[in-house]
């Protein structure tokens, strides 16, 4: 097991360095660049820009910005007697710019290292950035994937024992449709009725004392009671709904599938043949055994829901991490793009060893090696 | 036996060659198609809306309204007002006439790039499962480097690099290039799945023993038996890229306003929620119905696929994982259509899978 685990997360390693390198040349594609955006203003002179460009590294060659980005620079250029002059170097020459003073030691840790930078936008470090929109997203992607499954799966054992029966006609087309509809048209439909019209529900954003503290120990008991609690989930209802919809249809269809595998086993004709009732039969025996599939869906789900959850959150207006990266991206903020990107990745990939090793866990008949 | 049979022949006066006519397979999947009402239903829905998106012009001119000419005195007219049947915008253009124009562009990006997703898929998926080895690894490493990112964000990524190489604001040809290039992974997965197991069949083998070369076999005697699948994908590939295009335009890194999309149209809305719910209501309806049809029709195939159906299930579920990555999410039943296997060439009126309802 632990064999297994360590040799999928060798085999990530190769796929991780293609996105790196993936989302580094995409990003460098763009013309302007870091520079232009640092320096946008009417009064920079060519010297202050190019100043930038070589503080910043742009004007090494792309191999060794993409080094510096990837393990930092701090063991590129280092200062060995103190004076914050670099003195001693590596792949990087001392004196940069040819103005016959060493550069400034490297300060740079590189993404390996969970330095990702600092915004170009906001002007603070990226991880910090990113530290404070996580549990937003952690809340709504949670909440949403309770949702979908608290749902989802009763939707499924109930059409695949009644198959072919109205209920699982009815649930089949609603999977259809809901799959067709755009979840941002949904979610605007839903704030122009119970946001606008009927004024039940907030439009958007997120609570200033979100649920997620209630969640910590030692929460704050005075903020965890009732009225309070309620007016923190009132934000929740709506985006938990939009962004967990889709995965309702999923879930079921995926449950129902794996139920109807499970219900011609013999066990559980045998179930049926010593008297049990027809629930105990369907929950007992068939869905606990039809539910182990649904574990090697689980993780690449969590970060689905994570990751997919950009759409939902500019809706309405929910701080996370999707938000986020969509906000960088219009406003050239590369250093967050990358880092909201390669977050989602990582997730994404370790989503799926997660699900592998939870399939192991639940179900012993699975062996790996 | 044969006098018996010579008798109802004789009865029933029907010439014996006349019994015995068969059918192609393409001739057994159109007689298939004209009795699958529903398909044909959603597809005859397909045909006017495009056909009526790309006649905009017409249309417009017909009923005197333009989808660009601003009136201040008439906006935010309801639906069934005079002239302007679906009413006008907060400038008050015809709402009918952007709908239209609007379903060009969309149209236009699905099914492009759905036609450059495709292209690349199919190609890549028969050469990594014909040759396998080396290119195979490559071309599988590509596909789970490229799944892992967030599709969202590559497509941002690459539609904001294309803005600020081409210095305007994105147009279609970018988002169709963007698009197509991101897509192909999932139809390459299923090809390539396909393509391994049609590699080991005899006319394969008798191509290769005529001396064919490795293309012919690929592009030649190959690709037709890949119709069902690629069939199957390209209907999903434009249902789900009408999706893909309308939340790009929302996020507002599609199709730049004034150019009408479906997508951008209801990102304008969205601010006019109180005084034109039917701003809101059309282009959503419009996306919602033509992808909704697009899927409904993807699970219409002229040929037989493996007998139990699996291929379909796999190609929806694979189809389902990347709608997945974006949060736009597509599962369809992983019941084969009615008929499924029914009309093997082989064994006519056979029902050898398990979930197929053959029509009796």
């Known amino acids: ?369 | 036996m044969a006098t018996h049979a010579q008798a109802v022949v004789t009865k029933l006066d029907v010439q014996p060659k006349e019994v015995h006519v068969s059918r192609s397979l393409t001739q057994m999947a159109l007689r298939r198609l004209r009795h699958d009402y529903l398909t044909l239903i959603a597809l005859s829905i397909i045909i006017v809306i495009t056909a009526l998106s790309f006649a905009a012009p017409l249309v417009t001119n017909v009923l005197g309204v333009s989808p660009t000419r601003t009136q201040t005195d008439k906006t935010f007219l309801p639906p069934g007002s005079p002239v302007h049947i679906f009413g006008t915008d907060d400038l008050g253009r015809d709402h009918l006439a952007r709908l239209l124009y609007a379903g060009q562009i969309s149209l236009k990006i699905a099914f492009s790039a759905a036609a450059l997703s495709l292209t690349i898929g199919v190609a890549l998926g028969i050469i990594t499962g014909y040759y396998g080895g080396v290119i195979d690894d490559m071309i599988n490493w590509l596909i789970a480097t490229l799944t892992s990112v967030p599709i969202l964000f590559l497509l941002l990524i690459i539609s904001s690099v294309l803005r600020s190489l081409s210095d305007a604001p994105p147009s279609d040809v970018t988002l169709i290039i963007a698009l197509g290039f991101i897509g192909w992974t999932g139809t390459t997965r299923i090809v390539r799945g396909e393509t391994l197991s049609l590699r080991e069949r005899e006319y394969v083998l008798s191509a290769r023993a005529v001396g064919a070369s490795s293309w012919r076999i690929m592009f030649v005697h190959m690709l037709p038996n890949l119709i069902s699948v690629i069939i199957i994908t390209l209907a999903i590939d434009i249902g789900s890229l009408i999706l893909v295009e309308a939340a790009l335009s929302f996020l507002g890194l599609g199709v730049m306003p004034p150019t009408p999309s479906w997508g951008n149209m209801l990102s304008n809305s969205q601010t006019f929620f109180n005084k034109g719910v039917w701003l809101v209501i059309f282009p959503g309806l419009l996306i919602f119905i033509t992808v909704l049809l697009h899927v409904r029709d993807g699970r219409w195939h002229p040929r037989r696929l493996r007998s139990d159906g699996t291929q379909l299930r796999e190609t929806l579920r694979e189809k389902g994982k990347g709608l997945r990555k974006i949060g736009l999410h597509l599962v369809l039943s992983p019941r084969p259509p009615i008929g499924t296997d029914c009309a093997d060439r082989f064994h006519p009126g056979a029902c050898r899978c398990a979930g197929c309802l053959c029509p009796s």
């Open chain 1, 1 to 369: 097991m632990v064999k297994y685990v360590l040799r999928r997360l060798i085999q990530a390693i190769p796929t991780l360095f293609g996105i790196t390198v993936l989302v580094y040349l995409l990003m460098s594609l763009a013309p302007g660049g870091p520079a232009k955006a640092l320096t946008f203003s009417a009064n920079t002179t060519p010297q202050q820009v190019a100043r930038v460009e070589a503080a910043l590294g742009l004007n090494d060659p792309l191999p060794i910005q993409y080094l510096r980005w990837l393990l930092g620079d701090d063991w590129m250029r280092w200062d060995t007697d103190g004076d914050n002059i670099a003195d001693a170097s590596f792949i990087l020459p001392l004196d940069a710019d040819g103005d016959g003073v060493n550069e400034a030691p490297g300060t740079r840790q590189g993404i390996i290292r969970g330095d990702f930078g600092r915004s170009f936008f906001y002007r603070r470090p990226v991880s910090e950035m990113i530290g404070e929109r996580v549990a937003a997203t952690l809340e709504l992607g949670l909440s949403a994937l309770t949702f979908a499954l608290l749902i989802g799966v009763p939707i499924g054992i109930f059409a695949a024992v009644r198959k072919g029966g109205a209920f699982d006609n009815v649930t089949r087309v609603a999977a259809v449709v809901t799959n067709a509809i755009p979840n941002f048209w949904i979610g605007l439909i839903l704030i122009l009725i119970f946001g606008s019209a009927l004024g039940w529900l907030p439009m958007g954003g997120r609570a200033d004392n979100p649920v997620a503290q209630c969640l910590v120990p030692n929460a704050p008991a005075d903020l965890c009671h009732y009225p309070y609690i309620y007016e923190r989930l009132e934000y929740l209802i709506l985006p938990t709904f939009v962004l967990g919809m889709g995965a309702v249809a999923v879930w079921s269809r995926f449950m129902r599938a794996s139920m109807l595998e499970v219900i011609n086993q013999d066990y559980m004709r045998t179930a049926k043949a010593k008297g049990l009732s027809n629930r105990n039969v369907w929950f007992g025996h068939g869905a606990r055994n039809a539910m182990i599939p649904l574990a090697t869906f689980l993780g690449p789900a969590i970060t689905g829901l994570l990751s997919g959850a950009a759409i939902t959150e500019t809706i309405f207006s929910w701080p996370g991490l999707g938000r986020f990266g969509v906000q960088a991206v219009t406003s050239q903020d590369y250093p967050v793009v990358m880092a909201v990107v390669i977050v989602g990745a990582v997730s994404t990939i370790l989503g799926f060893i997660l699900s592998d090793i939870l399939y192991a866990i639940i179900d012993p008949r699975i062996r790996f090696d």
